[in-house]
DNA sequence: AGTATCGGCGATTATTCTTCGGCAGAAAGG
DNA sequence: CCTTTCTGCCGAAGAATAATCGCCGATACT
């Protein structure tokens, strides 16, 4: 009998292991989910219904959380990308500041350490669209002050990669 | 005769428009690119074949840039997510900077309008793969300090969004 | 050793993608 | 006002892919 069978009676769910072949597709698909199954076997090693088998474990465990088209902001009408830092007295997340989230603009919210509270990332039509964002969020009660970084150039932006980097090169730091 | 052909003749593209059809199609592979053309020409009210060419020519425009997996950081061991601001003397693009592009942790490099002239979203597997990081980016040179945020709660994580809004709510700034 | 479980492979079926010809509506020109 | 041209959508057919099934070998537990 399997051991792990007492985990499943109680209804947990056992970390599933992500070998080096789960590894590589999740790779493969994070750089480019358009392609077919034959040719991800082809890329990792396994022919294709043991991809689709890998796959479906993978999406059914959380590690695929979806599959998104990536869009050009620029070419939306959006060019203008700002990351907001909120401060706010108290505790940050309100429900009035969740409501921000409907607006298309706001693809990021995340509480932070550090000195803010609240990150957004945006992108706005023009800076009076983001004008309009911060008296949005100026609008929150219990929110003290924002500050803005605008984007001038964007030279990396992707999703999550599957890698993870286990031996960083040695460097000491500056004295 | 088409009266852009002048245009074409010298390699110029027009500006394709994109329609609501478009805006509605591109919000939905947003949402979720591994539906069917049937189902989304359901959606928007047209038939796969013609949201199928709208597709293509969407893509070819590069208003789709891409399709890619969305993967679960935490599942990946990588639970910590971080925006660092880096301050820099001098200009801060530099080659050497660039390089810590090729770590799977980095997902996003902006240069910025702001107090800090670099802003990469990083993801790490630890506190200490961030240090890691971090020492990478002081041996830069040229770079004189490090700001981190460390992401606590991630309420919302979401690829561009197709809709602009048009009316923002009338709200008055607090005086 | 025996046995049960798990995962991969090859082959088959179902679904979807992709292309093609035809047609209707809009725009430019006579 | 009519003709011509162009563009985009639709229905149908062929190609490619997705999804499923049974069989097999490897591993681990008894």
Redesign the interface.
């Known amino acids: 009998m399997a051991k792990n069978t007492d985990d499943l009676r109680q209804g947990r769910r056992q970390q599933p292991v ?1 070998d080096a072949f789960d590894r590589r597709i ?1 790779a493969a ?6 392609q077919s199954y034959a040719r991800l076997g082809e890329a990792v090693g396994l022919s294709a219904p043991a991809v689709h088998e890998r796959v479906r474990r993978l999406r059914q ?13 620029a ?4 060019p203008l ?1 700002a ?1 907001v ?1 909120v401060e706010a007295a108290g505790w940050g ?1 309100s429900e009035r500041l ?1 409501q921000v ?1 409907q ?14 509270s609240v ?1 957004f990332k945006v ?1 706005t ?1 023009s800076p009076q ?1 983001l004008e ?2 911060l ?2 969020i ?2 929150v009660p219990g929110v003290t002050g924002t ?19 286990d031996s ?2 040695h ?1 000491p ?2 004295e």
Chains 1, 2 share one sequence.
């Open positions: 992500i999740l698909l994070a750089a480019d989910s358009s465990s959380g590690a695929i959380k979806g599959v998104h088209a990536a869009l050009d902001g070419a939306l009408g959006k990308l990351f830092h997340k969740m989230l607006f298309p603009e706001v693809e990021e919210m995340h509480s932070v350490a550090g000195d803010a990150l992108r039509a669209a309009a964002f008296a949005q100026h609008a500050r803005s970084y605008i984007a001038l150039s964007t030279y990396l932006e992707r999703p999550v990669q599957a890698g993870v980097t960083w090169p460097m730091l500056p």
